[in-house]
């Protein structure tokens, strides 16, 4: 059985959308963030690095959104949600690890800035970049990662539940989804999707 630590709303929505995709055994347990409850010594057990998510595996725990949707998707290998050929994989891995290095944490200035610097002053000059180098990502993407209806093309990956949140990094950060019609086309296309929905619902989305 796999168990899934996540808050609502967090970018453990990925994995937790793409654990339903693949009709995977699971149970989840919220960590509150919001509460502090990653701070707490028994989630920092689970993962010292006081983040979400993190997937409890009979091996023993994942954490990192790219490890974490590997491991589902190969172990899920009949919902087929890695592709064959090492250059399709590779270029799944180059997305995944872009949507965690980079884009993530040029959200994560919005609100985490503490983590860069003491200075309220820095904390505030790195917020006012967060639109521009959201939007340079989005503009990455949008012309070199998002190849088709899914991120991969044809068919849906596990890059796609990661990918459904660079909108909605965009948009808490007041960025302009508009300019990036194949973006918006992913995001609506995500929605029309039941896994997504029901995962939103238990995310309180
Ligand atoms: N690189 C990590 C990032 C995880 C992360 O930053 N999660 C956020 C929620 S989206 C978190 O736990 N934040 C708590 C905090 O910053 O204190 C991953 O991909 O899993």
Redesign the pocket.
Known sequence: MLTLYY?K????LAPHILLEEVGAQYAVHE?P?AKGA??EPEYLEINP??????LMTPEGVI??????LTYIAETHPRAEMLPDSPFARAEANTLCAY???TV??AF?HL??GA?WADSTDAQDAMKTKVVTNLNDCAQIIEDRHLKGRWALGDQFSLCDPYLFFVPRWMAKAGADLSQFPKLAAHHDAMLQRPAVLAVMAVHGL
């Not at 709303?9 to 453990?12: E, I, L, N, Y």
């Not at 954490?63 to 974490?68: F, V």
Request: proline letters at 7%.
């Open positions: 808050a709303g967090s970018s453990a960590v963030i990653h701070r690095k006081a983040r979400v998510p993190a954490t990192e959104n790219p490890a974490i949507l965690c290095g993530h944490v994560a609100q985490r983590r």
